[in-house]
């Protein structure tokens, strides 16, 4: 390819060299399945994947439920992952016999 580069785009190459992201896989990303997705559900599935290891820890998981119809765009598999690796962050940097709270709302649009 002839012509000027973009720096943009060896920014971006650098960047994604620098936190390990492939272009193979910002592309999969950016092209995930997106739905309207309920975050009760991605939380009720979050909490279902990190209670074996919270019990085990002696750490509990308070959830706090949103209402039904709190919804975000997105990819559920990926949101559920994302929840579940905070929650398993919580749990690891927690000491025995304390609780994680796990909540979600509006502050104006944001969710």
Excluded at 16 to 24: D, E, I, S, Y
Excluded at 72 to 93: E, H, I, P, T, W
């Amino acid at each position: 390819m002839t012509g000027k580069r973009n720096p943009h785009m060896e920014k971006g190459r650098v960047l994604l060299a620098v936190t390990g992201f492939h272009p193979q896989r910002w592309r999969e990303l950016l092209s995930a399945e997106r739905e309207v997705v309920p975050l009760h559900l991605v939380i009720a599935e979050a909490v279902t994947r990190i209670r074996p290891a919270s019990e085990q820890s002696g750490i509990e998981i308070r959830v706090v439920e949103p209402d039904v119809n709190l919804a975000v765009m997105g990819d559920r598999r990926q949101l559920v992952s994302a929840v579940y690796n905070l929650l398993d962050n919580a749990v690891k940097y927690s000491d025995a016999g304390s609780s994680v709270d796990v909540s979600a709302g509006t502050h104006g649009r944001l969710v």
